[in-house]
C-alpha cells in the first residue's frame, strides 16, 4: 500500500498540481472541425505509433538537429484530448510538420505512395482514403503525383478522409514562442546560435 501510494503521488498526483493551472501560448489555436476529424483518422489509423509529436530538449537529444523545432512544452498541448505525445519514432517528429511542409499536394500525394517522395521508406500507404477513377468530377480534389504514379488514363481523388488529415497535419505547426520577450532575450544571449533546418529527417528511435 505504501508503495502504490508513493508511485500514485509521484506519477499523477504531483503531475497533475503542476500542470493544472497551465494556459496555452498565445499561438496556439483551438483545433478547426476539419482538423479534429482529421485527429480521429491520424488516431482511427495508428500514426501515433509510429509517429510522436514531442521534440526533446537539446540536452536530450538531436531532436533540433533533426529540424523538429524547440522542445514541446505543456500548454502546447493545452486542446489536445487525447494527447498523442507517441512512445516510439518509426517515422520522424510530426510536432511541426505543418512547418516543415505545409504543401497539401505533398501530403495527399504521400499518404497515397510514400516511396514516390521518399525512396525506401517504410511507411504504409493508404490507398482506401483516395479513389482512382476515369475522369474528375466537380468539386473533387485531384492528386498531383510524381510522373509514373498515376494509373494509366486514370486520376487519383481525395477521399474527405484524406483531406482532413492532410488539414490536421498542416495545422500542426507549433514554431509560435512559448517565453515572455524579455526570456527570449535573455535566453538567447546565453545559448550559441543554431540554424535549424526544415528537413524531415527520419529516425526510428525511441522516446524516452
Known sequence: ????????????VLPYLQVRDI????????YSSAELRGR??????????????????????PDAERGWGRASVPGDYFYDKPHLLG???????LFNIGARQPS???????????????PGSIMPS???MFEVKDAAEPGDEVVKLPPGQTPPSKV???????????????????TYPVLPPTVQQATAA?????AIPLSSASAATPVP
Not at 23 to 30: H, V
Not at 87 to 93: A, L, V, Y
Not at 163 to 169: A, E, H, S
Open 126 to 128: 493508404y490507398p482506401y
Open 87 to 93: 512512445s516510439m519514432r518509426t517515422g520522424p517528429d
Open 156 to 174: 487519383v481523388v481525395a477521399r474527405p478522409e484524406a483531406l482532413d488529415l492532410v488539414k490536421y497535419l498542416q495545422g500542426m505547426n507549433h
Open 190 to 194: 546565453t545559448q550559441p546560435a543554431t
Open 1 to 12: 500500500m505504501v508503495a502504490l501510494a508513493v508511485a500514485t503521488a509521484a506519477l499523477v
Open 104 to 118: 497539401k499536394d505533398w501530403h495527399l500525394g504521400h499518404l497515397y505512395q510514400p516511396r514516390a517522395y521518399i
Open 40 to 61: 480521429q483518422v491520424y488516431i482511427s489509423n495508428g500514426c501515433v505509433y509510429c509517429h510522436s509529436q514531442q521534440p526533446r530538449d537539446r540536452n536530450l537529444g
Open 23 to 30: 494556459a496555452p501560448p498565445e499561438g496556439l489555436k483551438p
